[in-house]
């Protein structure tokens, strides 16, 4: 008779293992650390094999037969099939190095002082508001202002991107309802419209670019003499506002969270706000706002406990991986001043997040300004989770501040 443990599988998951997934986490690294699923993929909860497996060239990315025969040819499965993290090499490196452009240590030299003007704004705001909910008035506007400014989007559209990403990155749960794919659909295609109409007007006023913008370098920009064309355009820019944009809300937000629950450590990082380098590091590895990762075996790969062989689906756990007592010392405590801290929360290898560096600049000056000018703030009645095992993060995390 096998135990609930031994019986646990990623792809009928419940409501307690979103709230808090550890418990099973840490029985599955102990007793199984390449736990078999029904379907016959694997669930890896070890750092060191999750590590080995982003580190090998070997596991693909890409998700045309499984995305085929979860979503059928809709607008869901051409988004996620062309956007570059469901890619493997070429495709890949192309859109790769043409987005790269976007992130080198220029152009995020122009974002700083941006990102402090968005953030000081939005902070008036929270004071003259008092009491209020952490995640809508606060942390979902300064990623969607950032990404709004990278890709040019109007001021009109703005409101409208926190509900798009959702409904697109809500489908990549292991279990979707009817209803969720279709609001993802709909999301991709109205998304896509405002895409296609900002980068015809793009094309046809190409001097039109202000600093920074990352719009003109994907549009015009060439690698091994190959453009993009409009579909992978659309595509890959509708993954860009995904791909910064829930995360870097629901780092901040979990932030937040953390520091309520540990309240030895906020006063820590109140009597020394030096320590917010430290501290991001230690809120992403804690509460890593990407949970699960997937790759296929492109060959026979060697994990702790034997051989993988060459076409098995796998899932990684980096919020397993995050709290590995083999890399972690006493890993469910935080501690913001940990060091060295080798969490894998924008992972490694190809893939690795173009991203960090900006989420790491955005969370260390939106957290660190936050705890910094309000002393009083605190929790203002229960939290809700956004009900996602992929995704981890706050739906709402009422605070005061007065
Ligand atoms: C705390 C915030 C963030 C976290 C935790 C995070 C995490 C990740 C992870 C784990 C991946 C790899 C997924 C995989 O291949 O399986 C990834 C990829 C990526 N991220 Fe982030 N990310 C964050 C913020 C951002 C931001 C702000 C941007 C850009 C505006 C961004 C852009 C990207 C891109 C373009 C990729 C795809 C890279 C590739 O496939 O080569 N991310 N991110």
């Known amino acids: 008779m096998l135990t609930e443990m031994e019986r646990f599988d990623l792809n009928s998951i419940d409501a307690a293992f979103i709230e808090n997934p550890h418990p099973t986490l840490h029985w599955l690294r102990e007793h199984s650390p390449v736990h078999r699923n029904a379907d016959g993929s694997v669930y890896l909860t070890r750092h060191a094999d999750v590590l080995k497996v982003y580190q090998s060239r070997d596991m693909l990315s890409d998700k045309q037969e499984e995305f085929g025969k979860k979503f059928g040819r809709c607008p869901l499965y051409t988004h996620h099939t062309t956007s570059l993290i469901f890619n493997d090499p070429p495709y890949h490196t192309v859109v790769r190095k043409l987005i790269s ?69 809500g489908a990549l749960d292991p279990v979707v309802p009817q209803d969720r794919l279709d609001e993802g659909n709909k999301a991709v295609e109205e998304f896509g419209e405002i895409l296609n109409d900002l980068i015809d007007h793009r094309r046809k006023n190409p001097d039109g670019a202000h600093e920074g913008e990352v719009l003109e370098a994907l549009i015009f920009g060439e690698h091994d003499g190959r453009r993009l064309t409009q579909e992978e355009l659309v595509q890959n820019c ?34 020394d706000p030096e320590l917010i380098t430290s501290a991001v590091e230690e809120f992403l590895r804690v509460e890593s706002p990407l949970q699960i990762g997937n790759r296929l075996a492109g060959e026979d790969i060697e994990l702790s406990t034997g051989t993988l062989p060459k076409g098995t689906y796998i899932h990684t756990s980096i919020a397993a991986a995050n709290r590995d007592p083999a890399v972690f010392e006493d890993p469910d405590r935080m501690d913001i001043t940990r060091k060295p801290n080798k969490h894998i929360a924008f992972i490694t290898g190809i893939h690795v997040c173009l991203g960090a560096t900006l989420a790491r600049v955005e969370g260390r000056i939106a957290i660190g300004k936050l705890v910094k000018r309000f002393p009083n703030l605190r929790p203002n009645g229960p939290r809700t989770r956004v009900p996602l095992a992929r995704f981890r993060g706050y739906a709402s995390l009422p605070v005061r501040v007065d």
């Open 101 to 169: 452009g976007a992130f080198t240590p220029r152009k995020l030299a122009i974002f700083e002082p941006l990102i402090d003007g968005i953030v000081d704004r939005l902070l008036d705001h929270v004071e003259d508001l008092g009491e209020l909910d952490l995640i809508d008035d606060f942390a979902k506007t300064l990623p969607t202002e950032i990404i709004s400014f990278m890709l040019g989007i109007p001021e009109e559209y703005r409101s409208r991107l926190r509900g798009y990403s959702l409904a697109i990155l």
């Open 238 to 271: 509708i993954f860009l506002l995904n791909a910064g944009h829930e995360t870097t809300t629901s780092f901040v937000g979990n932030s937040i969270g953390l520091l309520f629950d540990n309240p030895d450590q906020h006063r820590m990082l109140q009597d």
